[in-house]
């Protein structure tokens, strides 16, 4: 039996210096978004992904593997040279785990060139709108977005009720 650490892997449970961007494609509304992930554009992001990867597989050439997997299908980083495998392996095959968070990121009131919500996940400079999402949150959670989620949105539930109970 062969294994693989993946032809596509993914940074889970992995904090990147991700500077991506949505913007608007056209004025069209229909129009999709121009998203860039801006992923393995800090040089941090791509060394600890290069170590992830060595240590994986210095783990599953351990004795205790040998009667399971016979042959490794990627690139070492070890013997490939580094340029290579970053461009190759890491920024070539490496994607996000479509748990995205931060893309609306909240921060204080008073930081108006800093995120997009305010604590009350109100969008700055904009009147009657929130956002109710896991793109509020900041910094990525080292586990599944769901649990966030869910405290995010009963947050709004609370915020909403109290915007409208005195009008």
């Known amino acids: 039996m062969s294994?693989?650490?993946?032809q596509r892997f993914q940074a889970t449970d992995y904090d990147l210096h991700v500077g991506g961007s949505v913007t608007l494609r056209s004025s069209n509304p229909f129009d999709p978004p121009v998203i860039d992930l801006g992923l393995f554009t800090h040089p941090f992001d791509?060394?600890?992904l290069r170590i992830g990867v060595s240590r994986a597989i210095r783990f599953f050439r351990a004795p205790a593997w040998s009667e399971y997997l016979t042959a490794l299908?990627?690139?070492d980083p070890d013997t490939t040279p580094r340029e290579v495998f970053d461009e190759a392996y890491i920024r070539g095959t490496g994607g996000s785990g479509s748990h995205s968070t931060g893309t609306a990121a909240m921060s204080a009131r008073d930081k108006l060139t800093e995120g997009v919500v305010d604590p009350d996940l109100k969008v700055k400079?904009?009147?009657g709108l929130r956002i109710v999402d896991a793109s509020v949150i900041p910094l990525i959670p080292t586990a599944h977005t769901q649990a966030p989620v869910y405290i995010v949105a009963e947050r709004a539930v609370e915020f909403i009720r109290e915007a409208y109970r005195f009008k």
């Open 73 to 75: 299908f990627t690139p």
């Open 46 to 48: 791509v060394e600890a």
């Open 3 to 6: 294994f693989s650490l993946s």
């Open 125 to 127: 400079g904009v009147k």
